[in-house]
């Protein structure tokens, strides 16, 4: 049988409960104070953490943005003949205009050996529309379909019909074609047969290379050219559908006696590359080499 305590005992034990009891929010203030400073010791410990980390992918994020937008912006040009070029983009899109039949022209290309995203034809002859001498499955733009603007393999391109205004022209279709590629605005004039209107070139815009007819068509006389160069103003003139060894088959006029009266020429390879950088400042006459 348990003992009570006597009555001085339990006033004992009252006071102790009593005084622990005044204690505990003491304590738990203390233990509080304690934590919250140990938190403000660990978010000012962490802040700088942070904020270091932060920078970090930053500037990564900064250096891969900079590096895409730093990247090469060039083209490469490859003259196959005639009024066909391969245009390639810094990323290895492939723009070929005006396929000829080998059979007609005979430069040195076999059908479907020419790798083509998307195809310019900018008049229905044989010199112009053998869409077999690519390979793949490209893109084509040809006949009144391609007038007006187009998308193609993410290429912006606007058609413009060509002796639009002429009453003296043949009724035969030509379409103009201008397109950009890696900064630099292209112009494909085709088979013009008369000097660009006022209204055509501001349909045209502004251009950088500029593929100029020299030896033909026929109606297309040296005074055409030469309003159509002023009106278009080109940085880069190539000039294209002139007499060689390999298209002894069409009447053609040589290019010599155009290139004579040009101010400023340059004889470049048969492929090429060009930069926007780089672009001059005054019309020039890139000759590419024929092979």
């Given amino acids: 049988m348990l003992a009570k305590d006597s009555p001085a005992r339990q006033r004992s034990k009252f006071s102790a409960m009593t005084a622990l009891t005044a204690l505990s929010p003491c304590a738990s203030l203390c233990t509080y104070s304690l934590t919250e400073k140990r938190m403000r010791r660990c978010i000012l410990f962490l802040l700088p953490i942070v904020f270091l980390v932060g920078c970090h992918h930053r500037r990564q994020r900064e250096g891969q943005q900079q590096a895409h937008v730093a990247g090469p912006r060039q083209v490469t040009i490859q003259y196959l ?40 034809v900018t008049h229905e002859d044989e010199t112009a529309n053998f869409t077999d001498l690519a390979s793949g499955s490209p893109v084509i733009l040809r006949s009144s379909m391609a007038s007006g603007v187009n998308r193609a393999n993410g290429i912006l391109i606007r058609g413009v019909k060509t002796s639009s205004e002429s009453l003296s022209a043949t009724t035969k279709l030509n379409v103009a074609y201008v397109w950009a590629m890696d900064g630099i605005r292209f112009c494909d004039l ?21 593929f ?80």
């Fill in 81 to 120: 003949g005639h009024t066909c070029f391969l245009i390639t983009s810094s990323l290895g899109l492939n723009v070929l205009t005006d396929p000829f039949n080998p059979a007609v022209l005979s430069y040195p290309v076999k059908p479907g050996t020419v790798p083509a995203d998307v195809i310019f």
């Fill in 190 to 210: 085709g088979a013009i047969e008369d000097a660009i209107t006022p209204t055509e070139a501001i349909n045209i815009g502004h251009v950088d290379v500029l």
């Fill in 212 to 291: 100029l007819p020299v030896g033909g068509p026929q109606n297309f006389t040296d005074q055409m050219r030469k309003t159509t160069v002023e009106r278009l103003q080109p940085k880069v003139i190539i000039p294209m559908m002139y007499s060689t060894a390999y298209s002894s088959k069409v009447p053609l006029r040589g290019l010599g006696e155009w290139l004579s009266r040009q101010s400023h020429v340059v004889r470049v390879p048969n492929q090429f590359i060009l930069k926007p950088k780089d672009l001059p400042d005054e019309t020039t006459v890139f000759v590419p080499a024929v092979r």
